[in-house]
Protein backbone atom coordinates (compact mmCIF):
# COMPACT_ATOMS: atom_id res chain seq x y z
CA UNK A 1 0.00 0.00 0.00
CA UNK A 2 3.03 2.65 1.04
CA UNK A 3 4.39 1.76 -2.91
CA UNK A 4 1.15 2.45 -4.45
CA UNK A 5 0.84 6.09 -2.55
CA UNK A 6 4.43 6.82 -2.94
CA UNK A 7 4.26 5.84 -6.73
CA UNK A 8 0.83 8.19 -6.80
CA UNK A 9 3.01 10.87 -4.98
CA UNK A 10 5.83 10.74 -7.37
CA UNK A 11 3.05 10.52 -10.60
CA UNK A 12 1.66 13.70 -9.25
CA UNK A 13 5.14 15.55 -8.85
CA UNK A 14 6.00 14.71 -12.00
CA UNK A 15 3.22 16.22 -13.76
CA UNK A 16 3.47 19.00 -11.66
CA UNK A 17 6.72 19.92 -13.17
CA UNK A 18 5.37 18.86 -16.71
CA UNK A 19 2.95 21.81 -16.13
CA UNK A 20 5.50 24.44 -14.25
CA UNK A 21 7.77 23.51 -17.59
CA UNK A 22 5.18 24.44 -20.18
CA UNK A 23 4.17 27.25 -17.82
CA UNK A 24 7.45 28.85 -18.16
CA UNK A 25 7.84 27.71 -21.98
CA UNK A 26 4.04 29.18 -22.53
CA UNK A 27 5.41 33.07 -21.21
CA UNK A 28 8.06 32.93 -23.45
CA UNK A 29 6.39 32.24 -26.40
CA UNK A 30 3.85 34.07 -28.75
CA UNK A 31 0.06 32.82 -26.64
CA UNK A 32 -1.68 34.92 -29.82
CA UNK A 33 -0.63 38.29 -31.62
CA UNK A 34 -1.11 41.43 -30.20
CA UNK A 35 -1.63 44.54 -32.80
CA UNK A 36 1.65 44.56 -34.28
CA UNK A 37 3.38 42.16 -31.73
CA UNK A 38 4.47 38.62 -32.59
CA UNK A 39 3.39 37.23 -29.29
CA UNK A 40 3.27 38.08 -25.31
CA UNK A 41 3.86 36.85 -21.88
CA UNK A 42 5.18 37.28 -18.79
CA UNK A 43 9.05 36.90 -18.11
CA UNK A 44 10.76 36.12 -15.06
CA UNK A 45 8.46 35.18 -12.30
CA UNK A 46 5.71 36.77 -11.35
CA UNK A 47 2.57 36.15 -8.60
CA UNK A 48 -0.39 37.36 -10.94
CA UNK A 49 -0.02 36.20 -14.59
CA UNK A 50 0.06 39.52 -17.21
CA UNK A 51 -1.86 40.03 -20.05
CA UNK A 52 -1.22 42.12 -23.23
CA UNK A 53 -4.37 43.72 -25.35
CA UNK A 54 -5.03 45.89 -28.58
CA UNK A 55 -8.13 48.10 -28.97
CA UNK A 56 -8.21 48.47 -32.86
CA UNK A 57 -10.80 51.30 -32.31
CA UNK A 58 -8.55 53.05 -30.18
CA UNK A 59 -4.99 51.87 -32.06
CA UNK A 60 -3.90 51.18 -28.47
CA UNK A 61 -2.48 48.37 -26.32
CA UNK A 62 -3.52 48.02 -22.59
CA UNK A 63 -0.50 45.73 -20.76
CA UNK A 64 -1.25 44.67 -17.01
CA UNK A 65 1.49 43.00 -15.31
CA UNK A 66 2.73 42.09 -11.92
CA UNK A 67 6.60 41.07 -11.14
CA UNK A 68 8.54 42.49 -7.95
CA UNK A 69 11.46 44.18 -10.43
CA UNK A 70 13.06 45.01 -13.55
CA UNK A 71 16.53 45.54 -12.00
CA UNK A 72 19.44 44.04 -10.60
CA UNK A 73 20.22 40.93 -12.63
CA UNK A 74 16.55 39.44 -13.50
CA UNK A 75 13.13 41.14 -14.61
CA UNK A 76 10.12 40.33 -13.66
CA UNK A 77 7.12 41.88 -15.71
CA UNK A 78 4.59 40.96 -18.92
CA UNK A 79 6.12 41.65 -21.98
CA UNK A 80 4.41 42.55 -25.54
CA UNK A 81 7.23 41.49 -27.85
CA UNK A 82 8.66 41.38 -32.03
CA UNK A 83 11.41 39.77 -33.23
CA UNK A 84 13.68 42.55 -34.86
CA UNK A 85 17.04 41.93 -37.02
CA UNK A 86 18.12 45.85 -38.06
CA UNK A 87 18.13 49.02 -36.16
CA UNK A 88 14.83 50.20 -35.71
CA UNK A 89 12.53 53.01 -33.43
CA UNK A 90 10.05 52.26 -30.63
CA UNK A 91 7.69 55.75 -29.58
CA UNK A 92 4.40 55.29 -27.54
CA UNK A 93 2.68 57.59 -25.69
CA UNK A 94 2.08 56.27 -22.22
CA UNK A 95 0.08 56.65 -19.27
CA UNK A 96 -0.81 54.61 -16.00
CA UNK A 97 -4.26 53.29 -15.54
CA UNK A 98 -5.16 54.03 -11.64
CA UNK A 99 -4.07 56.52 -9.31
CA UNK A 100 -1.50 55.49 -6.47
CA UNK A 101 0.88 52.14 -6.95
CA UNK A 102 4.72 51.69 -6.07
CA UNK A 103 6.41 55.02 -7.15
CA UNK A 104 8.89 52.99 -8.59
CA UNK A 105 6.01 50.63 -10.90
CA UNK A 106 7.66 50.83 -14.51
CA UNK A 107 5.98 50.93 -17.91
CA UNK A 108 8.71 50.37 -20.79
CA UNK A 109 10.04 50.40 -24.37
CA UNK A 110 12.47 47.91 -24.53
CA UNK A 111 14.92 46.01 -27.02
CA UNK A 112 15.80 42.91 -25.43
CA UNK A 113 18.60 40.27 -26.81
CA UNK A 114 15.82 37.22 -25.39
CA UNK A 115 12.82 36.28 -23.10
CA UNK A 116 15.33 34.81 -20.13
CA UNK A 117 14.79 37.12 -17.21
CA UNK A 118 18.51 37.94 -17.00
CA UNK A 119 18.77 38.88 -20.39
CA UNK A 120 21.06 42.03 -21.90
CA UNK A 121 18.61 44.86 -22.85
CA UNK A 122 18.02 48.80 -22.44
CA UNK A 123 14.66 50.21 -21.96
CA UNK A 124 13.06 53.58 -21.74
CA UNK A 125 11.36 53.46 -18.88
CA UNK A 126 8.61 55.63 -17.17
CA UNK A 127 8.30 55.66 -13.11
CA UNK A 128 4.85 55.63 -11.83
CA UNK A 129 6.76 59.09 -9.51
CA UNK A 130 7.31 60.35 -13.35
CA UNK A 131 10.96 59.71 -12.86
CA UNK A 132 11.98 58.84 -16.72
CA UNK A 133 15.13 56.80 -17.45
CA UNK A 134 17.37 54.90 -19.85
CA UNK A 135 17.71 51.85 -18.04
CA UNK A 136 20.01 48.60 -19.41
CA UNK A 137 22.12 45.49 -18.95
CA UNK A 138 25.11 45.42 -20.79
CA UNK A 139 25.27 41.21 -20.76
CA UNK A 140 23.65 38.50 -19.42
CA UNK A 141 23.13 38.01 -15.52
CA UNK A 142 25.36 41.85 -15.33
CA UNK A 143 23.58 44.28 -12.94
CA UNK A 144 21.61 46.97 -14.28
CA UNK A 145 22.08 50.51 -14.25
CA UNK A 146 20.61 53.77 -15.74
CA UNK A 147 20.25 57.00 -16.94
CA UNK A 148 18.16 59.49 -15.35
CA UNK A 149 16.74 62.32 -17.62
CA UNK A 150 15.95 65.82 -16.45
CA UNK A 151 12.50 65.76 -18.01
CA UNK A 152 9.74 64.65 -15.58
CA UNK A 153 6.56 62.85 -16.46
CA UNK A 154 6.86 62.79 -20.23
CA UNK A 155 4.12 61.85 -22.25
CA UNK A 156 5.84 60.56 -25.22
CA UNK A 157 8.59 58.00 -25.17
CA UNK A 158 11.08 56.78 -27.98
CA UNK A 159 13.32 53.80 -28.04
CA UNK A 160 15.98 53.99 -30.22
CA UNK A 161 18.81 51.47 -31.63
CA UNK A 162 21.28 52.77 -34.26
CA UNK A 163 24.56 50.64 -34.77
CA UNK A 164 25.69 49.79 -31.20
CA UNK A 165 23.77 52.73 -29.30
CA UNK A 166 20.68 52.74 -27.91
CA UNK A 167 18.68 56.51 -27.17
CA UNK A 168 16.11 57.48 -25.02
CA UNK A 169 13.96 60.53 -26.59
CA UNK A 170 11.24 62.24 -24.41
CA UNK A 171 8.26 64.34 -25.63
CA UNK A 172 5.97 66.27 -22.71
CA UNK A 173 2.52 67.95 -22.99
CA UNK A 174 4.24 71.38 -23.83
CA UNK A 175 7.51 70.02 -26.31
CA UNK A 176 7.93 68.06 -29.19
CA UNK A 177 9.58 64.70 -28.91
CA UNK A 178 13.42 65.12 -28.99
CA UNK A 179 16.66 63.44 -27.79
CA UNK A 180 16.79 63.46 -24.31
CA UNK A 181 21.07 63.04 -23.77
CA UNK A 182 20.64 59.78 -22.45
CA UNK A 183 22.64 57.36 -24.78
CA UNK A 184 24.03 53.58 -24.23
CA UNK A 185 26.07 51.53 -25.79
CA UNK A 186 24.72 47.91 -25.93
CA UNK A 187 25.26 45.13 -28.67
CA UNK A 188 22.33 42.80 -29.65
CA UNK A 189 22.91 40.58 -32.05
CA UNK A 190 20.00 39.66 -34.41
CA UNK A 191 17.08 39.00 -33.86
CA UNK A 192 16.57 40.57 -30.46
CA UNK A 193 13.42 41.42 -28.86
CA UNK A 194 11.43 44.57 -29.17
CA UNK A 195 8.49 45.53 -27.37
CA UNK A 196 6.61 47.32 -24.84
CA UNK A 197 6.10 45.76 -20.80
CA UNK A 198 4.61 46.60 -17.14
CA UNK A 199 6.27 45.81 -14.09
CA UNK A 200 3.88 46.81 -10.55
CA UNK A 201 7.21 46.70 -8.71
CA UNK A 202 5.41 45.05 -6.22
CA UNK A 203 4.91 40.83 -6.39
CA UNK A 204 2.00 41.07 -4.52
CA UNK A 205 0.47 44.22 -7.07
CA UNK A 206 -0.99 44.30 -10.36
CA UNK A 207 -0.64 47.36 -12.45
CA UNK A 208 -1.88 48.51 -15.52
CA UNK A 209 -0.78 50.99 -18.58
CA UNK A 210 -1.75 52.24 -21.87
CA UNK A 211 0.34 52.32 -24.57
CA UNK A 212 -0.81 54.84 -27.70
CA UNK A 213 0.25 55.58 -31.01
CA UNK A 214 2.72 53.47 -31.36
CA UNK A 215 5.03 52.97 -34.21
CA UNK A 216 7.83 50.45 -34.54
CA UNK A 217 9.90 51.33 -37.96
CA UNK A 218 13.34 50.59 -39.12
CA UNK A 219 15.72 53.11 -38.94
CA UNK A 220 19.27 54.01 -40.68
CA UNK A 221 22.73 52.82 -39.09
CA UNK A 222 24.72 55.58 -37.02
CA UNK A 223 24.63 58.79 -38.79
CA UNK A 224 27.32 61.22 -40.45
CA UNK A 225 28.96 63.89 -38.83
CA UNK A 226 27.90 66.14 -42.06
CA UNK A 227 24.28 64.64 -42.29
CA UNK A 228 23.32 64.70 -38.23
CA UNK A 229 22.82 67.59 -35.66
CA UNK A 230 25.04 67.00 -32.89
CA UNK A 231 23.32 67.73 -29.41
CA UNK A 232 25.83 67.72 -25.85
CA UNK A 233 24.75 66.38 -22.34
CA UNK A 234 26.41 67.34 -19.10
CA UNK A 235 25.61 64.11 -16.96
CA UNK A 236 26.48 63.21 -13.33
CA UNK A 237 27.59 59.66 -12.64
CA UNK A 238 27.60 58.49 -9.08
CA UNK A 239 30.78 56.49 -8.41
CA UNK A 240 29.74 53.39 -5.89
CA UNK A 241 26.86 52.73 -8.42
CA UNK A 242 28.13 53.67 -11.84
CA UNK A 243 24.74 55.27 -12.00
CA UNK A 244 24.08 58.08 -14.67
CA UNK A 245 21.77 61.16 -14.36
CA UNK A 246 21.48 64.08 -16.98
CA UNK A 247 21.95 67.70 -16.20
CA UNK A 248 21.29 69.45 -19.39
CA UNK A 249 20.99 68.55 -22.70
CA UNK A 250 21.21 70.96 -26.00
CA UNK A 251 21.53 70.97 -29.45
CA UNK A 252 24.94 72.25 -29.98
CA UNK A 253 28.77 71.78 -28.58
CA UNK A 254 29.84 72.61 -25.38
CA UNK A 255 32.64 71.13 -23.01
CA UNK A 256 35.01 70.18 -20.25
CA UNK A 257 32.69 71.05 -16.80
CA UNK A 258 34.24 72.10 -13.66
CA UNK A 259 32.28 71.30 -10.69
CA UNK A 260 32.63 74.57 -8.34
CA UNK A 261 34.36 74.21 -4.91
CA UNK A 262 31.13 75.00 -2.79
CA UNK A 263 29.30 72.16 -4.55
CA UNK A 264 26.49 74.41 -6.28
CA UNK A 265 27.39 74.71 -9.94
CA UNK A 266 28.71 73.76 -13.15
CA UNK A 267 31.29 75.71 -15.01
CA UNK A 268 31.83 75.13 -19.00
CA UNK A 269 32.52 76.34 -22.12
CA UNK A 270 30.50 77.12 -25.21
CA UNK A 271 31.25 78.82 -28.33
CA UNK A 272 34.12 80.58 -26.47
CA UNK A 273 32.69 81.92 -23.53
CA UNK A 274 32.41 80.37 -20.25
CA UNK A 275 29.11 79.18 -18.73
CA UNK A 276 27.91 78.72 -15.04
CA UNK A 277 24.83 76.58 -14.55
CA UNK A 278 22.92 75.57 -11.20
CA UNK A 279 23.95 71.45 -10.46
CA UNK A 280 20.32 71.02 -10.48
CA UNK A 281 19.75 72.25 -14.18
CA UNK A 282 18.03 74.77 -15.49
CA UNK A 283 19.60 77.25 -18.28
CA UNK A 284 23.28 78.93 -18.17
CA UNK A 285 24.26 82.27 -17.65
CA UNK A 286 27.40 83.54 -19.23
CA UNK A 287 30.53 84.92 -16.97
CA UNK A 288 31.46 88.08 -18.13
CA UNK A 289 35.18 87.53 -19.28
CA UNK A 290 36.11 90.82 -20.75
CA UNK A 291 37.85 90.80 -23.91
CA UNK A 292 38.84 86.68 -23.71
CA UNK A 293 35.55 85.50 -25.91
CA UNK A 294 37.59 82.43 -27.31
CA UNK A 295 37.76 80.43 -24.25
CA UNK A 296 38.89 77.04 -24.84
CA UNK A 297 38.09 73.90 -22.91
CA UNK A 298 41.12 74.26 -20.30
CA UNK A 299 39.74 76.22 -17.43
CA UNK A 300 39.54 75.53 -13.93
CA UNK A 301 38.73 76.90 -10.27
CA UNK A 302 41.23 77.93 -7.56
CA UNK A 303 41.11 75.83 -4.15
CA UNK A 304 39.63 78.39 -2.09
CA UNK A 305 36.83 78.88 -5.20
CA UNK A 306 37.36 82.95 -5.96
CA UNK A 307 39.94 82.30 -9.04
CA UNK A 308 38.95 81.33 -12.04
CA UNK A 309 41.90 79.95 -14.55
CA UNK A 310 40.58 80.66 -18.24
CA UNK A 311 42.69 79.68 -21.61
CA UNK A 312 41.89 82.26 -24.29
CA UNK A 313 42.71 82.66 -27.77
CA UNK A 314 41.51 86.39 -28.17
CA UNK A 315 44.73 88.53 -27.79
CA UNK A 316 48.04 88.66 -29.39
CA UNK A 317 48.91 86.12 -31.94
CA UNK A 318 45.68 83.95 -31.52
CA UNK A 319 47.15 81.21 -29.74
CA UNK A 320 46.17 80.27 -26.28
CA UNK A 321 47.58 82.18 -22.97
CA UNK A 322 46.29 81.58 -19.46
CA UNK A 323 44.39 84.43 -17.65
CA UNK A 324 42.76 84.53 -14.03
CA UNK A 325 39.68 86.32 -13.07
CA UNK A 326 37.37 85.85 -10.22
CA UNK A 327 34.93 83.43 -10.43
CA UNK A 328 31.86 85.68 -10.90
CA UNK A 329 33.51 87.32 -13.80
CA UNK A 330 35.80 90.60 -14.55
CA UNK A 331 38.82 91.40 -16.89
CA UNK A 332 41.26 88.39 -17.20
CA UNK A 333 44.73 89.32 -15.76
CA UNK A 334 47.45 87.38 -17.60
CA UNK A 335 49.85 85.10 -16.55
CA UNK A 336 51.88 83.60 -18.97
CA UNK A 337 53.66 84.95 -21.58
CA UNK A 338 54.38 82.26 -23.95
CA UNK A 339 51.92 80.62 -25.99
CA UNK A 340 50.21 78.34 -26.64
CA UNK A 341 49.73 77.33 -23.17
CA UNK A 342 46.85 75.76 -22.00
CA UNK A 343 45.68 75.62 -18.24
CA UNK A 344 45.19 72.10 -16.47
CA UNK A 345 46.16 72.19 -13.14
CA UNK A 346 46.48 74.41 -9.92
CA UNK A 347 48.65 73.69 -6.99
CA UNK A 348 46.69 73.18 -3.11
CA UNK A 349 48.18 76.13 -1.88
CA UNK A 350 46.85 78.18 -4.90
CA UNK A 351 50.51 79.74 -6.00
CA UNK A 352 51.24 77.59 -8.43
CA UNK A 353 49.60 76.79 -12.03
CA UNK A 354 50.30 73.35 -13.86
CA UNK A 355 50.26 73.40 -17.80
CA UNK A 356 50.86 72.08 -21.22
CA UNK A 357 53.02 74.48 -23.64
CA UNK A 358 54.34 73.81 -26.99
CA UNK A 359 57.79 75.59 -27.08
CA UNK A 360 60.09 74.59 -30.25
CA UNK A 361 58.27 72.20 -31.46
CA UNK A 362 57.85 70.21 -28.65
CA UNK A 363 54.61 70.08 -26.12
CA UNK A 364 56.26 70.07 -22.30
CA UNK A 365 55.09 70.41 -18.75
CA UNK A 366 55.52 74.20 -16.83
CA UNK A 367 54.34 75.49 -13.71
CA UNK A 368 54.47 79.11 -13.59
CA UNK A 369 53.37 81.46 -9.42
CA UNK A 370 49.68 82.68 -10.00
CA UNK A 371 51.28 86.29 -9.78
CA UNK A 372 53.36 85.41 -13.12
CA UNK A 373 56.77 85.75 -14.23
CA UNK A 374 59.27 82.74 -15.45
CA UNK A 375 58.01 79.55 -16.30
CA UNK A 376 59.35 76.82 -14.97
CA UNK A 377 59.94 73.57 -17.48
CA UNK A 378 58.87 69.71 -15.75
CA UNK A 379 59.20 67.56 -18.81
CA UNK A 380 61.88 67.10 -21.25
CA UNK A 381 60.89 63.52 -23.58
CA UNK A 382 60.38 63.78 -26.91
CA UNK A 383 56.46 63.46 -27.55
CA UNK A 384 53.35 65.39 -26.31
CA UNK A 385 53.18 65.69 -22.46
CA UNK A 386 49.38 66.79 -21.47
CA UNK A 387 46.86 67.00 -18.78
CA UNK A 388 49.12 67.77 -15.44
CA UNK A 389 47.23 68.08 -12.01
CA UNK A 390 48.37 68.07 -8.52
CA UNK A 391 47.37 65.16 -6.10
CA UNK A 392 45.19 66.83 -3.26
CA UNK A 393 47.85 66.80 -1.19
CA UNK A 394 50.47 68.43 -3.08
CA UNK A 395 53.13 65.67 -3.10
CA UNK A 396 52.79 64.31 -7.22
CA UNK A 397 51.48 65.79 -10.73
CA UNK A 398 49.53 63.36 -12.31
CA UNK A 399 49.85 63.94 -16.47
CA UNK A 400 49.51 61.48 -19.54
CA UNK A 401 52.72 61.06 -22.08
CA UNK A 402 52.77 59.46 -25.18
CA UNK A 403 56.96 59.17 -24.62
CA UNK A 404 56.43 55.26 -24.76
CA UNK A 405 54.82 55.37 -28.39
CA UNK A 406 51.17 55.09 -26.72
CA UNK A 407 49.22 57.68 -24.40
CA UNK A 408 49.62 55.95 -20.77
CA UNK A 409 49.53 57.89 -17.34
CA UNK A 410 52.11 59.21 -15.56
CA UNK A 411 53.19 61.03 -12.38
CA UNK A 412 56.12 63.06 -11.07
CA UNK A 413 57.23 65.59 -8.19
CA UNK A 414 56.07 68.84 -8.30
CA UNK A 415 59.43 69.49 -9.06
CA UNK A 416 59.75 67.60 -12.11
CA UNK A 417 61.52 64.76 -10.47
CA UNK A 418 60.89 60.61 -10.39
CA UNK A 419 58.90 60.87 -13.65
CA UNK A 420 57.20 57.06 -13.44
CA UNK A 421 54.55 55.59 -15.59
CA UNK A 422 51.22 54.51 -13.91
CA UNK A 423 49.63 52.94 -16.38
CA UNK A 424 50.48 50.46 -19.14
CA UNK A 425 48.08 48.91 -21.22
CA UNK A 426 46.61 49.02 -24.90
CA UNK A 427 44.25 52.21 -24.90
CA UNK A 428 45.20 55.83 -24.77
CA UNK A 429 44.72 57.00 -21.65
CA UNK A 430 44.14 60.82 -21.33
CA UNK A 431 43.88 63.81 -18.63
CA UNK A 432 43.66 62.20 -15.13
CA UNK A 433 41.82 63.55 -12.42
CA UNK A 434 42.24 62.87 -8.94
CA UNK A 435 39.64 63.06 -6.60
CA UNK A 436 39.52 65.70 -3.49
CA UNK A 437 39.95 63.09 -1.05
CA UNK A 438 42.83 61.62 -2.94
CA UNK A 439 41.05 58.36 -3.22
CA UNK A 440 40.50 57.67 -6.91
CA UNK A 441 41.58 58.30 -10.18
CA UNK A 442 39.21 58.67 -13.10
CA UNK A 443 40.63 59.60 -17.06
CA UNK A 444 39.95 58.96 -20.47
CA UNK A 445 40.88 55.90 -22.63
CA UNK A 446 40.21 55.61 -26.26
CA UNK A 447 40.91 53.09 -28.44
CA UNK A 448 44.84 51.62 -29.39
CA UNK A 449 43.95 52.98 -33.24
CA UNK A 450 42.89 56.36 -32.19
CA UNK A 451 45.68 58.82 -32.21
CA UNK A 452 45.46 62.55 -30.49
CA UNK A 453 42.26 63.17 -28.45
CA UNK A 454 39.84 63.61 -31.16
CA UNK A 455 35.95 64.37 -30.81
CA UNK A 456 33.12 62.13 -31.65
CA UNK A 457 35.17 58.73 -30.77
CA UNK A 458 33.55 55.42 -28.79
CA UNK A 459 35.81 56.45 -25.56
CA UNK A 460 35.50 54.97 -21.97
CA UNK A 461 36.01 56.68 -18.63
CA UNK A 462 37.77 54.16 -16.26
CA UNK A 463 39.22 54.66 -12.70
CA UNK A 464 41.53 53.17 -10.41
CA UNK A 465 41.42 53.57 -6.29
CA UNK A 466 44.38 55.04 -5.04
CA UNK A 467 46.01 54.51 -1.94
CA UNK A 468 49.52 57.25 -0.73
CA UNK A 469 48.74 58.33 -3.92
CA UNK A 470 49.64 55.61 -5.99
CA UNK A 471 47.28 52.69 -7.53
CA UNK A 472 46.38 50.21 -4.99
CA UNK A 473 43.79 48.34 -7.13
CA UNK A 474 42.27 47.42 -10.61
CA UNK A 475 41.61 49.74 -13.21
CA UNK A 476 37.51 49.44 -13.58
CA UNK A 477 35.12 50.55 -16.44
CA UNK A 478 32.83 54.11 -14.91
CA UNK A 479 31.20 54.68 -18.31
CA UNK A 480 31.05 53.72 -21.43
CA UNK A 481 29.82 56.80 -24.28
CA UNK A 482 30.34 58.71 -27.43
CA UNK A 483 32.81 61.52 -26.45
CA UNK A 484 36.48 62.30 -26.47
CA UNK A 485 37.84 65.87 -26.63
CA UNK A 486 35.62 68.16 -24.18
CA UNK A 487 34.50 65.13 -22.26
CA UNK A 488 36.46 65.35 -19.22
CA UNK A 489 39.46 68.13 -20.12
CA UNK A 490 39.37 69.56 -16.95
CA UNK A 491 39.07 68.69 -12.95
CA UNK A 492 34.87 67.83 -12.58
CA UNK A 493 35.16 65.72 -9.02
CA UNK A 494 32.49 66.79 -6.85
CA UNK A 495 33.88 67.84 -3.66
CA UNK A 496 32.73 65.08 -2.08
CA UNK A 497 34.27 62.72 -4.12
CA UNK A 498 31.19 60.69 -4.75
CA UNK A 499 30.22 62.16 -8.25
CA UNK A 500 31.74 63.02 -11.33
CA UNK A 501 30.82 65.74 -14.40
CA UNK A 502 31.59 65.14 -17.49
CA UNK A 503 29.82 65.51 -21.77
CA UNK A 504 28.75 63.20 -23.55
CA UNK A 505 27.61 63.73 -27.51
CA UNK A 506 25.01 62.24 -29.60
CA UNK A 507 24.74 62.61 -33.46
CA UNK A 508 21.22 62.65 -34.80
CA UNK A 509 20.10 62.48 -38.19
CA UNK A 510 19.09 66.01 -39.39
CA UNK A 511 15.58 64.72 -40.59
CA UNK A 512 15.20 62.88 -37.48
CA UNK A 513 16.64 66.03 -34.51
CA UNK A 514 13.30 67.03 -33.33
CA UNK A 515 9.77 65.13 -34.11
Known amino acids: MAKRVLGRYAVGLLLLMVFSVLRIAAAQEPSSVVGIFEGHGDVGTVRHAGKSEYDSSKHSYTLTGSGENMWSNSDNFQFAWKKWSSDASLTADVSFVG ?9 VLMMRQSLDPDSA ?19 KGAPTHEI ?9 LRIEKRGDYVF ?16 MRVSFSAPFYVGIGVCSHDKDAVEKAVFSNVELKEV ?26 VVYSIPGHFEAPNWTRDGSAFIFNADGRIQRLPVAGGQPQTIDTGFAVRCNNDHGISPDGKTLAISDQSQGDHQSIIYLLPITGGIPRRITQKSPSYWHGWSPDGKTLAYPGQRNGEFDIYTISTEGGEEKQLTTAIGLDDGPEYTP ?4 IYFNSVRTGRM ?3 RMRPDGGEQEQITSDDLNNWFPHISPDGKWLVFLSYGKEVEGH ?58 NAAK
Open 168 to 183: MWLGTHAEKLQPSGAA
Open 220 to 245: ARTATTDRSTLYSTLEVITVASTDRR
Open 454 to 511: PENKDVMLRIVPLKDDNVDGKIEVLAKLFGGQGTINVPSWSPDSKQLAFVSYQLIPRE
Open 408 to 410: QIW
Open 148 to 156: QSNISAPKQ
Open 99 to 107: QGGNAHRKA
Open 121 to 139: YVDVTLHGDGLASLQYRET
Open 393 to 396: DGKY
